[in-house]
């Protein structure tokens, strides 16, 4: 590992413009879910116009959310982002917390996720034997992570040019799909008893997830007071967009009954429209689309852990930052660890990836719910006045701290649904208690 003895003078670099923190931010969103939720909120939602609408809501709660974190970000641009803004607000317990929590559950639990969907896809093309789709998620959690261990420019460049030919690759399909020649899509599939449009848009914004990653970048983003802003309204935006147009795509080719019987929707869509031959080009998009959030995670994941390391000697050893290549060094190592670890334990599992969303979910929105609520605190404090406030305060962050405690008790009550089987509880358990146990590691920390 890179020694400590750096951290004193090597410091993050305003290496990165606004289309940088626009790309990093939308790899963050655009992963496995555009692939794979689609189908489940058509089979709960009642016809077209609310599908489509479900999708346009998310994209109105994720900009409320944008909103408050550009207020944020602009009272205070740091590397740590969330963890910064919880030590400022709430003090440096909740801080503590929720580093602890992100480098053990949020974070390295959603890098393992996204793995292993890379890892199935991937296995279609080139299977690597037993449990095949845990061995490319660690494939791919190692290169990715010696990537940004080598040079931020390398791994934000690395990021563009990937997110470039997801985003190309999504327009072509829902394009094609929308004005292609085709076989008369499916009716309305008949009334689901148990459709619910509370749990489609669980579905919806577990798909638009990410967007707060920039936070992470605000101290390396130039001029980030003013920049800041752009970039997550921009970022949302662009992303509400295309969400919108793929799912039409989707729509036009297999209709709401053809998506709501579909496991795997944007396979059927490519196989109606090109055939076969059309699910290995889909396995490619889904390696990609993949492959820019893992890069995006991990980027953004160590740099918490970096803030947190400054801040307590239990974990300096986190606080070094690399000179040569501008990254994180020790933070990233770190956490590249625990996150095969958890591949490894997902891998015995029925499905590695339902496993870490059971493990993520309930801790990643005690936690957003807590972010947003600093900002009535710091408009409560008074002081200097940041470049950019939320507008219409406090409607809009009420807005959004209201759709973080109906995701949190929804992905509770995930344990008493019979639907998910006893793993899906235990999961969902294990992340509770393993944020649990940064309390008492809190108190041994600030000694």
Known sequence: MAQPTNASSAQPRALLSVPDGIFLMVGMVIGAGIFKTPSLVAGNTAGPVEFLGAWLLGGLISLCGALVYAELASRYPHTGGEYFFLA????????FLFAWSRMTVIQTGAIAAVAFVLGDYASEILPLGARSSAKWAAISVVALTALNFASTIQSKTVQTVMEVVLIAALVLVALFALFATQAPVKPAAASNPNASFGFAMIMVLITYGGWNEAAYISGEVRDARRKMTLILVSGIIGVTALYMLVNAGYMAVLGQGGMAESKAVAADAMRILT?????VVLALIVC???????NAAIFTGARTSYAFGQ?????GLLGSWRERGSTPANALLVQGVITLALIAASS?????????VAYTSPVFWTFFL???ATVFVFRARGGEEPIFKV??????????????AYMLWSSIDYIRNPMYGPSFGEMVLAGIAIMGAGIPLYFVARK
């Not at 507008?391 to 973080?404: H, N």
């Open 311 to 315: 801040d307590f000697r239990l974990f």
């Open 391 to 404: 507008p219409l305060y406090p409607v809009i962050p009420l807005a959004f701290i209201a759709s973080c």
């Open 348 to 356: 015995v599992t029925p499905d590695g990836f339902s496993a870490m």
């Open 288 to 294: 990609v689309a993949a492959a820019t959030t893992i």
């Open 88 to 95: 400022r607000g709430l003090g440096r317990g909740a801080a």
């Open 275 to 279: 055939g076969d031959r059309g699910a």
């Open 370 to 372: 807590l972010t947003g």
